[in-house]
């Protein structure tokens, strides 16, 4: 049985074998981490060196827009497969919708994944709702996730719908760059609810991320006490006022700051 995907996981910068078994690995590219540094060996070899049970792991990896067209698609997850010396994913997203490629052409092989188990489950990013809709339509299976960029400062996805539409579709909303934004070590309404809670700002924003259902998140750190840090995160809770004196304050931030809510960049 495929292990279930956590509420916050982490991309560790570099893959330290005893971190493996706690971290939701995603995503894996071959000797590079999301920042193009190299990392120390391949994700798989990595893997292999921690002896980890493969059941226990959570393994996401993403097929680029340009790798769309069906037989792309199964080359693409074949050499995820053989980089990482495994038999199947436990889920594959396509990282972003491609300008030319027409999606059925990459859901029919997305599908066929699934039906010949090199895929668990089929997931989409930087999806927007007509897209994510569209691909609710061509998949022989539910879409899990829809990984799009989501944190307390950055709302545009409360906003135009596709929260709430993840929501009543028990779609998975992956809230990427959570804790990114320069602000968080000094954005008042976060220091007082961090400070109430005796934690740090960041967990108060990955807090504040899950306690909204059917949302999760993957936080990056290459400081192991940060994901340590992070992975806490999931056991705190923020009470109903707090949750809400969290919004009000950054629905300000986000509208003086102006900025474009169809806007976005990965
Ligand atoms: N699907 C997509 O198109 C897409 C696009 C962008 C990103 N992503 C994914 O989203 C994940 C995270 O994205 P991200 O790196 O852009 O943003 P992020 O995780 O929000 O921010 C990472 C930064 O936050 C710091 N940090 C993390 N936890 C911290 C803590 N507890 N205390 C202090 N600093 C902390 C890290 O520094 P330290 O290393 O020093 O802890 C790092 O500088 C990655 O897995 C990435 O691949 C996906």
Redesign the pocket.
């Known amino acids: 049985m495929a292990a279930a995907l956590p509420i916050v996981s982490?991309?560790p910068?570099t893959y330290p074998p005893c971190a493996l078994p706690r971290a939701g690995l995603?995503?894996l590219r071959h000797g590079r981490?999301?920042?193009r540094r190299p990392l120390r060996g391949t994700a798989g070899q990595a893997i292999r060196e921690s002896k980890a049970d493969r059941a226990g792991l959570f393994i996401t990896s993403?097929v680029s827009p340009e790798h769309l067209q069906y037989d792309d698609v199964l080359r693409a997850c074949d050499a995820s497969l053989r980089r990482l010396a495994m038999d199947y994913l436990d889920l594959y997203?396509i990282?972003?919708p491609s300008r030319s490629i027409p999606l059925d052409d990459s859901f029919r092989a997305l599908n066929r994944l699934v039906a010949d188990g090199r895929v668990k489950r089929l997931g989409v990013?930087?999806f927007d709702l007509s897209l994510l809709k569209n691909s609710q339509i061509l998949a022989a299976t539910p879409i899990a996730t829809n990984?799009?960029?989501y944190?307390l400062y950055e709302r545009t996805y409360i906003k135009n719908g596709l929260l709430a539409h993840c929501q009543a579709n028990n779609i998975l909303l992956?809230a990427?760059?959570?804790?990114?934004?320069g602000h968080?070590k000094t954005h008042p309404a976060l220091q007082a609810v961090a400070a109430a809670h005796r934690a740090?700002p960041?967990?108060v924003a990955?807090a504040w991320l899950v306690a909204q259902p059917k949302v999760i998140t993957?936080?990056?750190?290459?400081?192991p006490?940060?994901?340590a840090?992070?992975f806490r995160?999931a056991d705190l809770e923020l009470s109903a006022d707090e949750l809400h004196r969290l919004d009000a304050s950054y629905e300000r931030l986000d509208r003086s700051a102006g900025r474009a809510h169809g806007d976005q960049s990965?």
């Open positions: 982490t991309t910068a995603y995503p981490n999301v920042r993403k997203l990282h972003w990013s930087n990984q799009i960029r944190s992956t990427y760059s959570p804790v990114k934004e968080l740090s960041y967990q990955l993957i936080p990056m750190s290459s400081n006490d940060h994901q840090e992070n995160a990965g």
